[in-house]
């Protein structure tokens, strides 16, 4: 059955992310259930943002290595 989808007259804010935290908004995906996943490019995190506008921090990626370290190479000895 079709549904038509939602005009922009329905939209609203759903949260307020902190962007003195790095919580700048890179990408975004829906859930079935109404979350929304969102990546934070400047923190290197993914959350998960609830229907009610709760964030939840799934997981947080390592810093890029520094211009002046190595980077040791899992095949060698």
């Given at each position: 059955?079709?549904?038509?989808?939602?005009?922009?007259?329905?939209?609203r804010i759903a949260v307020h992310f902190d962007l003195a935290q790095g919580q700048t908004p890179e990408n975004l995906t829906l859930t079935r259930?109404?979350?929304?996943?969102?990546?934070?490019?400047?923190?290197r995190q993914i959350a998960e943002v609830s229907p009610s506008g709760a964030i939840r921090i799934l997981a947080t990626l390592p810093e890029p290595p520094t211009a002046g370290s190595t980077l040791r190479s899992w095949a060698s000895p």
């Open positions: 059955m079709y549904s038509p989808p939602a005009s922009l007259g329905d939209a259930g109404g979350a929304a996943y969102v990546t934070f490019a400047k923190a």
